[in-house]
């Protein structure tokens, strides 16, 4: 598996050694390795009050030195926390879709389709062209799958953000209002003076993301030619 600084991965602690956490990376076979500094912000006076063997923590890359991964826990933000649990759940319930259909073929599968990338990305793209997913399982088995797959009904992935917005016109406050009710694409709350919520919905984490991205990004833009002053929470 390659690795690229800045992904976010999921980990399991091997041992404590001094000031330093060894951990073994989910679905990988390098071990990575965490420094007191990149545990926790603050002082720690106890490692173990926040690593100890065989937990499941989630970590972000820092550097990459051929097989050796220095790690950070505490630059893990919670959205990219509740990122990384999604993508791991349905990774989960795929895996246990490709075991009803394989059995003991599984591994061996899973190991092939992994060559190609990670395996939600593989067997999404499955879903517009199976030929790859053919070569592996088989037809038979490749048609039994996606339509499990694609009668899977996935919940919804929400995202949200605060923004603020003002202004120093002054019919501002008419001007931000027919200013937010141009974004269709998303639901925008009224928090408090200037300051607002933006909720949106997608069918997984990565495209609510990118959507939302691009809305404020939009709103930014717009806002700044309209003299309206635009930041974020």
């Known amino acids: 598996m ?7 991965v999921l980990c399991t602690v091997d041992k404590i050694a001094g000031t330093t956490v060894f951990v073994n990376i989910n679905g990988a076979t390098e071990q990575g390795y965490i420094s007191l500094s990149e545990i926790a912000p603050g002082r720690i006076r106890n490692i173990r009050d926040y690593v100890v063997p065989k937990k499941v923590i989630i970590c972000k890359i820092l550097k990459v030195s051929g097989r050796t991964i220095e790690l950070s826990l505490r ?29 003991e073929k599984l591994e061996t ?33 490749a048609q039994k799958i996606l339509t499990i797959l694609n009668a899977q009904k996935l919940k919804k992935a929400i995202l949200k953000k605060v923004f603020k917005l003002s202004t120093k016109k002054p019919n501002g406050i ?11 694409q998303a639901q925008i709350k009224y928090i408090s003076a200037g300051k607002y ?3 949106i919905e997608a069918d997984d984490i990565k495209k609510a993301d990118q959507k939302l991205k691009e809305i404020l990004e939009d709103l930014e833009k717009k806002a700044k030619k309209q003299d309206i002053e635009f930041s974020l929470k």
């Not at 690795?3 to 976010?8: C, L, M, Q, R």
């Not at 060559?115 to 088995?141: C, R, S, T, W």
């Not at 008419?174 to 269709?184: A, M, R, T, Y």
Request: glycine share 4%; hydrophobic share 35%; net charge positive.
């Open 197 to 199: 919520s933006i909720k």
């Open 174 to 184: 008419n001007l931000i209002k027919q200013f937010l009710l141009e974004v269709k």
């Open 109 to 141: 599968a899973i190991q092939e389709m992994q060559k190609q990338g990670n395996l939600i990305d593989f067997l999404d793209n499955a879903k517009e062209d199976p030929k790859e997913l053919e070569k592996i399982v088989g037809k038979e088995n």
């Open 2 to 8: 390659e690795f690229e600084v800045g992904d976010i």
């Open 75 to 103: 630059r893990v933000t919670p959205k990219e926390q509740k990122t990384l649990r999604e993508k791991s759940k349905l990774e989960r319930s795929y895996k246990s879709i490709l075991k009803t259909i394989l059995n």
